[in-house]
């Protein structure tokens, strides 16, 4: 017997076919029945996820709000120290900046006392506070010009002073008559 041989050949049909086509609502319901079934669980199942932690982010919200009531009586009932403590804070920041901005005067005249020279008589004294120093003129009389030298050299190698200048100078009856100014750096306060 002859040998069968085998054809491998793909079968299509160009045609129409010759029933009639399937309507779209059956389509549709046979595609609901079979993949759409899936999705609508899925849909249910993130609806009911949510719906779910909807009632205990309420709850949640519930406990969180009840502790917070009842801490409300215990922090009004503190009002009264924290009145207490805010005025406290703004005393102490009123001393603070006293003392910051309080000059020593005594330690300023004792530093110009410790440059006078024997000989050099300070007349007048003026001082006037400006921000974080005390500039002043003094009026005073001198036996000799190496006594003024003496001073305006003592005050201007003393690192407590500043812009130290003779501003004038005159000879009067034998006496040296001079106006001097400056800048005293020294005595802007006690921190504690």
């Known amino acids: 017997m002859p040998k069968k041989s085998l054809k491998i050949g793909i079968n ?15 389509k549709l319901f046979r595609w609901l029945l079979s993949t759409g079934k899936y999705l609508f669980i899925l849909v249910e199942a993130i609806v009911l996820i949510a719906f779910i932690t909807r009632f ?83 009026n005073g009389e001198a036996q000799n010009n190496n006594d003024v030298t003496s001073f305006v050299q003592g005050l201007k190698t003393d690192s407590s002073f500043s812009d130290i200048n003779l501003s004038s100078i005159g000879l009067e009856g034998g006496i040296i008559r001079f106006t001097l100014t400056g800048i005293a750096k020294l005595g802007t306060g006690v921190s504690l």
């Open 56 to 138: 205990k982010l309420d709850a949640d919200l519930a406990a969180k709000k009840e502790a917070i009531e009842q801490q409300i009586p215990y922090i009004e009932s503190l009002r009264s120290y924290e009145i207490l403590i805010r005025q406290t804070q703004l005393k102490i920041t009123t001393i603070l900046t006293a003392r910051n901005e309080l000059i020593d005067y005594p330690v300023i005249l004792k530093r110009i006392a410790g440059q006078t020279p024997l000989n050099v008589k300070i007349i007048s004294l003026n001082m006037e506070k400006q921000i974080s120093k005390v500039a002043f003129t003094m």
């Open 12 to 26: 299509l049909d160009l045609l129409k076919p010759q029933s009639s086509p399937e309507k779209l609502p059956i």
